[in-house]
């Protein structure tokens, strides 16, 4: 299967902890998303790469997130003492990035679901 | 600012057609896409609109009108496994996806 992948599928952790998570995009995109989404709600933009340059990040993106892409491939998100509000599913989504607007179709991982307690 | 607006909920019986409605204000406008996501998994595409008009791929149709920043989704012989959420997304100009809440379809027998 050559999907969007993410790890952990779950993750519980106590309030105050770090936690990483990990997106491993399909191959040849070169664009990668980073989203949450709560219950009930779509979701929630937070940052983007075109390969490893981070090019956009959501004015709503506390400076505990903090994302990477080093080699333009797979990408981790990072959140640095974790609150209860983070507790959400973080999507990570991939896209060809070319010109035409329908390559710009977007292919989402199974996502990661936080929970903080 | 930029808006995507979509009812919450709706109900339809098994075998029978719903139509969900979405709204759009963007800076720019590159595209409308339509997906679909079942409780607990990730969203899956259905379908893009970029000109005016209806876009129909088997029981699933999408139409847009670009004047009337408008979209909907056409389900028809709705299944019970259509019951999920469908979100409505909008690509503005710098080619980002603007999404709806979702409108929760729920079919029942």
């Known amino acids: 299967d050559t999907g969007v992948s993410q790890d952990p599928r779950h993750k519980i952790t106590k309030r105050g902890q770090n936690v990483t998570f990990r997106c491993d995009p399909i191959?040849?995109?070169?664009?990668l998303y980073w989203y949450r989404q709560t219950l009930g709600q779509g979701p929630e933009f937070l940052t983007y790469f075109q390969n490893e340059a981070q090019l956009e990040k959501s004015r709503l993106l506390s400076d505990r997130f903090s994302a990477e892409r080093p080699k333009g491939s797979f990408s981790t998100l990072e959140i640095q003492r974790t609150e209860q509000g983070d507790s959400a599913m973080y999507l990570c989504?991939?896209?060809?990035?070319?010109?035409?607007?329908?390559?710009?179709?977007?292919?989402f991982g199974p996502g990661t679901r936080l929970t903080v307690l | 600012g930029q808006n995507i607006d979509q009812p919450t909920e709706m109900t339809a019986t098994e075998g029978a057609i719903v139509q969900i409605n979405c709204t759009y204000q963007t800076s720019g406008f590159n595209g409308l896409f339509w997906y679909q996501q079942h409780a607990g998994e990730a969203p899956t595409f259905l379908s893009y609109?970029?000109l005016d008009g209806l876009e129909e791929k088997g029981r699933f149709s999408s139409f847009l009108s670009r004047s009337k920043g408008y979209s909907y989704l056409l389900l028809k012989e709705l299944q019970m496994k259509d019951s999920a959420s469908y979100l409505c997304?909008?690509?503005?100009?710098?080619?980002?996806?603007?999404w709806g809440a979702g409108t929760k379809l729920i079919i029942k027998p």
């Open positions: 989504a991939s896209s060809s990035g070319l010109a035409g607007a329908i390559l710009n179709e977007q292919f």
């Open positions: 609109n970029v």
């Open positions: 191959s040849e995109h070169n664009r």
């Open positions: 997304a909008a690509l503005d100009s710098n080619y980002q996806l603007i």
